[in-house]
């Protein structure tokens, strides 16, 4: 299957910074990436969808400004978590289609803390 | 009520044992129908995609049933290394095709 790269794999910052979370489809050209959290034994929530070359789409009660993502090649998405607080500690976990495909290959996820 | 239900588990099974997960989607334009495994700690993994006719790999059998919305896994002569999360995942049909997970069910295969 195709394959999807998110970098860093963990990450520990200290409340008030910024973190950048990146997601890469390594194999194919990924037009729809995806963006989702997971607290502990809790489901996947969808944060945002990002189509390439355009501003994502946020669901509701995610704050945009708080999660910025960029969308600007075909292979590279980026989502950066901005003055982080120990309440967005969480696994962030992308994930890519490409116009070909019919399921989502998904990065290796990243697990935030924040202290 | 949620666009995607599953049973909520979690499920303690004996090694050898059938077990079987089942799931609701509320959106009947729904497209496209897959149960992904997650391990603890772990992104989660395509397991198989769920045909209307029903499909079956090695020791899993899927079904689709549009008509009344649900979703079937069945695993038989189930392994220790069956134990995980298992994702119930329904893709939108149009545009934005998005995925939408169920909130997964705990298994666990005791030795």
């Known amino acids: 299957g195709a394959v999807v790269s998110q970098h860093p794999s963990w990450v520990i910052c200290k409340s008030g910074t910024s973190v950048k979370i990146e997601c890469r489809s390594l194999d194919f050209q990924a037009t729809t990436m995806f963006w989702y959290r997971q607290f502990p034994k809790q489901s996947l929530m969808l944060m945002a969808t990002s189509n390439e070359g355009s501003k994502a789409t946020y669901e509701q009660g995610v704050e945009k400004d708080k999660f910025l993502i960029n969308h600007a090649s075909l292979t590279l998405s980026t989502l950066t978590v901005t003055s982080a607080h120990p309440e967005d500690s969480s696994f962030y976990i992308c994930?890519?289609?490409?116009?070909?495909?019919?399921?989502?290959?998904f990065g290796q996820g990243t697990r935030l803390t924040v202290v | 009520r949620k666009e995607v239900e599953q049973d909520p588990g979690p499920f303690n099974v004996p090694e050898g044992a059938t077990v079987a997960f089942n799931c609701t989607y509320s959106n009947s334009a729904s497209q496209s129908f897959f149960w992904y495994r997650q391990d603890c700690r772990k992104e989660p993994k395509l397991l198989m995609s769920v045909y209307s006719s029903g499909n079956e790999d090695g020791r899993f059998t899927a079904q689709l049933n549009r008509a009344s919305q649900y979703i079937s896994l069945l695993i038989r002569d189930s392994k220790l290394s069956d134990s995980a999360t298992y994702l119930c995942?329904?893709?939108?049909?149009?545009?934005?095709?998005?995925?939408?997970f169920g909130s997964g069910t705990q298994l666990t295969v005791l030795p």
């Open positions: 995942v329904v893709r939108a049909s149009g545009s934005a095709r998005q995925l939408t």
């Open positions: 994930s890519a289609t490409g116009t070909a495909n019919t399921e989502a290959f």
